[in-house]
């Protein structure tokens, strides 16, 4: 979080406090990219190298993307629902629907639970319809104010500029404060704020456009808290695999006997691979690999890192064969009771988020003619897909026929909404 006095902008957005903040942000990058690589399978090289010759696999397992794929799911994989009956609710929701902010929501879900914060950016398209896309975290920030209230002052995105073929020719930057947005253009990021901008304009949504989506209150990636973990692992298995690879070619020690180039020229080496057999003069005379013991506990190791690395991620193993033993309703909720925690923080802090972006949709839909929206009157509802035992629910509410109306029992139904006619799941 990148927090600056408001009295740093009496003077307006000037370039030393645009600098500042943008070189505040570059220097947290390394761990964003670190995380970007974990998700995509880039094996960090650590450790002592190999020598030359030698097998050096460096394996990447896809925990980072099993962790993020199955906790951003959990939150956002059913689209968020918006409720209220006042005036201007219709026109939102029609506004929401042409803007995709479901699929939009599904991609600063992911985001938050890699990087541990989500950037939406809003803006018009040429039929000046408000819209929202996801951009990545690494070149956008918000600026924050810095006392109890946290206001955002303004939003920063910047990118580089490419040339027909792809290679950088320069960078712009767009700075979105609560009316205007700002470019800027130069050869370099040092050299991006050194000048006025280029280009001024208006956007029309009452509010800094740009939006963070914090996956926690530290900003923290649900990932980060294992990456030592995956790392680990990484490192086991690889050189599990090299030395399986490297027993192909282990010496062979031969001991109380002499081997010769036989009456058909051929080498010791030759004759052991293509007759597969070794002719000793006696039995004190033997024969032996030289092999690196595998150790008892490889295996005990690696099953123990791999359940840290499920258990201090709060994401449940669902390919366990005892995950699923206990078919129980009650049972399986405790068993995602972790993930259900972790999504419930998260929950809260995506809900701050949308309520910012419904202000600004609201503000521009305003503007535009359209019917003011009661902010406050709106129910941001969140959906969790959890599997359900229908059989269970059937046997309550036969119990229960005759002591409870019939309207509250078919609710219970895991495939019935309260009116009993539609699909429900679980909502928050």
């Known amino acids: 979080m990148i927090t600056r006095d408001r009295a740093c902008l009496r003077n307006g957005l000037t370039g030393k406090l645009l600098q500042g903040c943008l070189n505040e942000h570059l220097r947290g990058t390394e761990r964003l990219n670190r995380l970007r690589d974990a998700y995509l399978l880039h094996p960090r090289r650590t450790g002592r190298g190999r020598a030359e010759g030698l097998p050096d696999h460096h394996l990447a397992h896809a925990f980072a993307r099993y962790i993020v794929t199955i906790a951003s799911s959990y939150l956002a994989g059913s689209a968020v629902s918006y409720h209220g009956d006042g005036p201007g609710m219709a026109e939102l929701k029609c506004a929401y629907r042409l803007a995709n902010v479901a699929g939009v929501d599904m991609e600063l879900a992911r985001q938050a639970s890699l990087y541990g914060r989500g950037v939406e950016i809003i803006y018009t398209d040429a039929h000046a319809r408000p819209r929202s896309a996801a951009i990545d975290p690494r070149s956008a920030f918000v600026v924050y104010a810095d006392d109890v209230s946290a206001d955002p002052l303004f939003g920063l995105h910047f990118h580089p500029i490419g040339d027909e073929n792809g290679t950088p020719r320069g960078y712009e930057a767009h700075v979105y404060t609560s009316q205007e947005r700002l470019t800027y253009r130069a050869a370099d990021y040092a050299s991006l704020f050194r000048s006025p901008p280029v280009e001024t304009a208006p956007h029309y949504f009452g509010r800094v456009p740009l939006i963070e989506y914090w996956n926690n209150e530290d900003e923290g990636s649900d990932v980060e808290c294992v990456l030592s973990l995956i790392e680990a692992y990484d490192a086991l298995q690889s ?169 509250v029992l078919l609710s219970q139904l895991p495939f019935l909404d309260g009116e009993g006619d539609q699909p429900q799941q679980n909502r928050r």
């Not at 490889?298 to 499920?310: F, G, P, Q, T, V």
């Not at 078919?327 to 809900?351: H, I, P």
């Not at 202000?359 to 003619?369: D, E, P, T």
Request: proline content about 3%; overall charge negative; glycine content about 6%.
């Open 239 to 407: 050189a599990r695999v090299n030395d399986q690879e490297q027993l192909v070619d282990a010496l062979l020690i031969v001991y109380g006997a002499r081997l010769e180039t036989d009456d058909r020229g051929r080498t010791p080496a030759q004759q052991l691979r293509q007759d597969k057999l070794l002719y000793l003069p006696d039995r004190e005379a033997g024969a032996q690999y030289l092999v690196k013991e595998s150790g008892q506990g490889a295996e005990e190791l690696r099953a123990a890192i791999e359940k840290d690395i499920h258990k201090f991620s709060m994401i449940p193993d669902l390919s366990d064969e005892q995950f699923a033993g206990n078919s129980s309703g009650v049972a399986m909720k405790y068993k995602l009771l972790g993930l259900d925690q972790l999504t419930s923080l998260k929950e809260r802090w995506f809900r701050e988020a949308l309520k910012e972006r419904l202000r600004c949709y609201a503000h521009f839909l305003c503007v535009k003619g359209g019917r003011a929206v009661d902010e406050a009157a709106v129910r941001i509802t969140f959906t969790r897909t959890l599997p359900e035992s229908a059989l269970e629910a059937a046997q309550m509410v036969k119990t229960l026929e005759g002591m409870v109306p019939d309207q």
